[in-house]
C-alpha cells in the first residue's frame, strides 16, 4: 500500500503543462476534506521549478494560505515571472480553482556558490532503522486517529519520540517532536523532485508541539487547527529517498495562533532546510 501511495505522490507531482505559465494538478485517491496545503505546496514548488529559464537552486519558499481546495475538483498553477538571471529568479505561483484564489507560493532561486559553512547541531537521537514504523504507533488507536490512519502514507515516518496520540494516551507532555522520514521508494533524479517531497512533508507534525506541549492530541482532544502560512529555507542540496530527520519544536502560542518551527537534517546531521509555520489553533476542553 505504500509503494501504491508513493507513485500516487509522483503521480500528482506531474503536472500537465497546458501553457507557457500555466499547470494542471491532480489529487489523489486519498484525501481530506480540503487540499492538503502541502500538497497544493508542492505542486507549486514544481510548477515554478519546470518554468526557470536556467538551472538554479531555490532557496526559500512563502505560501499563504486563502481558500480551502476541493480534492473532488484538478487545480490550476498560474506562475508569474517576477524575476530570470543566470544566478537568482523569483516566481509566484498562484494557486486556483473555478476562478477562486486558494493560495499564493513565493519562492526565489539562487546559484551562491561556496562560502562560510555552519549549522546548529543535529538532535541525538535513535537511528531510523531501529524505530518502529508509523503503522505500528497506529495499531489500537484506528477509532482515535482515524484521519492519519487512512491518510495517503507516500512518506516513510519513524518517530524518535512517543507520537501526540501515544504520548496524550500515557499522559505525558512533550516539548518536541523528531521524526526520521524517506520517500517509500527510490525518486528520479531529478533536484526538483526531491525538494517537492521535502516540500510536501514538510507539512506535516510541525504543529505537533503546539499541542504535546500542553499534553493534547489530535483526535482525544477537541481541537481546531488550520495552517495560515508556511515557510520553507532550502540550505543545502536534498535527497529525499534517503532518511532525513524533522526535528520541530512550538516557539510561541498566543491569541489562537501557534508557530511552528522545523529543522531537516540529513544522516551526516547537515542541516539541509528549515521551515517556520503559523496556524490557527483552538483548544475547546470537555466539559
Given at each position: 500500500?505504500?509503494?501504491?501511495d508513493?507513485?500516487?505522490?509522483?503521480?500528482?507531482?506531474?503536472?500537465?503543462?497546458?501553457?507557457?505559465?500555466?499547470?494542471?494538478g491532480?489529487?489523489?485517491?486519498?484525501?481530506?476534506?480540503?487540499t492538503?496545503?502541502?500538497?497544493?505546496?508542492a505542486?507549486?514548488?514544481?510548477?515554478?521549478?519546470?518554468?526557470?529559464?536556467?538551472?538554479?537552486?531555490?532557496?526559500?519558499?512563502?505560501?499563504?494560505?486563502?481558500?480551502g481546495?476541493?480534492?473532488?475538483?484538478?487545480?490550476?498553477?498560474?506562475?508569474?515571472?517576477?524575476?530570470?538571471?543566470?544566478?537568482?529568479?523569483?516566481?509566484?505561483?498562484?494557486?486556483?480553482?473555478?476562478?477562486?484564489?486558494?493560495?499564493?507560493?513565493?519562492?526565489?532561486?539562487?546559484?551562491?556558490?561556496?562560502?562560510?559553512?555552519?549549522?546548529?547541531?543535529?538532535?541525538?537521537v535513535?537511528?531510523?532503522?531501529?524505530?518502529?514504523?508509523?503503522?505500528?504507533?497506529?495499531?489500537?488507536?484506528?477509532?482515535?486517529?482515524?484521519?492519519?490512519?487512512?491518510?495517503?502514507?507516500?512518506?516513510?515516518?519513524?518517530?524518535?519520540?512517543?507520537?501526540?496520540?501515544?504520548?496524550?494516551?500515557?499522559?505525558?507532555?512533550l516539548d518536541?517532536?523528531r521524526?526520521?522520514?524517506?520517500?517509500?521508494?527510490?525518486?528520479?533524479?531529478?533536484?526538483?523532485l526531491?525538494?517537492?517531497?521535502?516540500?510536501?512533508?514538510?507539512?506535516?507534525?510541525?504543529?505537533?508541539?503546539?499541542?504535546?506541549?500542553?499534553?493534547?492530541?489530535?483526535?482525544?482532544?477537541?481541537?481546531?487547527?488550520?495552517?495560515?502560512?508556511?515557510?520553507?529555507?532550502?540550505?543545502?542540496?536534498?535527497?529525499?529517498?534517503?532518511?532525513v530527520l524533522?526535528?520541530?519544536?512550538?516557539?510561541?502560542?498566543?491569541?489562537?495562533r501557534?508557530?511552528?518551527?522545523?529543522?531537516?537534517f540529513?544522516?551526516?546531521g547537515?542541516?539541509?532546510?528549515?521551515?517556520?509555520?503559523?496556524?490557527?489553533?483552538?483548544?475547546?476542553?470537555?466539559?
Amino acid at each position: 500500500m505504500s509503494q501504491a501511495d508513493f507513485e500516487e505522490l509522483l503521480a500528482v507531482l506531474d503536472l500537465e503543462r497546458v501553457g507557457e505559465d500555466l499547470f494542471i494538478g491532480s489529487h489523489p485517491s486519498k484525501n481530506p476534506v480540503r487540499t492538503f496545503g502541502g500538497q497544493m505546496t508542492a505542486q507549486a514548488f514544481v510548477a515554478a521549478g519546470r518554468s526557470l529559464e536556467h538551472k538554479l537552486s531555490p532557496s526559500a519558499l512563502s505560501a499563504h494560505f486563502i481558500a480551502g481546495g476541493d480534492p473532488e475538483k484538478d487545480l490550476e498553477f498560474h506562475i508569474v515571472r517576477l524575476r530570470d538571471e543566470r544566478r537568482f529568479a523569483n516566481r509566484r505561483v498562484d494557486v486556483m480553482q473555478n476562478g477562486e484564489l486558494l493560495t499564493t507560493v513565493m519562492i526565489s532561486y539562487m546559484n551562491g556558490g561556496r562560502g562560510l559553512e555552519h549549522n546548529v547541531p543535529a538532535p541525538d537521537v535513535p537511528r531510523p532503522e531501529t524505530l518502529p514504523k508509523i503503522d505500528e504507533l497506529l495499531r489500537g488507536y484506528e477509532e482515535t486517529v482515524p484521519l492519519f490512519v487512512n491518510a495517503l502514507r507516500p512518506i516513510e515516518w519513524r518517530y524518535t519520540n512517543d507520537p501526540a496520540w501515544v504520548m496524550r494516551d500515557k499522559g505525558g507532555k512533550l516539548d518536541h517532536n523528531r521524526v526520521w522520514l524517506k520517500t517509500e521508494g527510490e525518486m528520479p533524479d531529478d533536484p526538483v523532485l526531491h525538494g517537492a517531497a521535502l516540500v510536501y512533508s514538510s507539512d506535516t507534525t510541525v504543529l505537533d508541539s503546539i499541542i504535546t506541549t500542553h499534553g493534547l492530541s489530535w483526535g482525544f482532544d477537541r481541537i481546531f487547527a488550520v495552517t495560515m502560512n508556511h515557510s520553507v529555507w532550502f540550505h543545502r542540496p536534498i535527497r529525499f529517498d534517503e532518511w532525513v530527520l524533522y526535528s520541530t519544536t512550538s516557539p510561541v502560542a498566543a491569541e489562537s495562533r501557534g508557530l511552528g518551527t522545523g529543522h531537516y537534517f540529513d544522516a551526516s546531521g547537515q542541516l539541509v532546510a528549515t521551515v517556520v509555520q503559523e496556524g490557527i489553533v483552538k483548544y475547546f476542553p470537555g466539559k
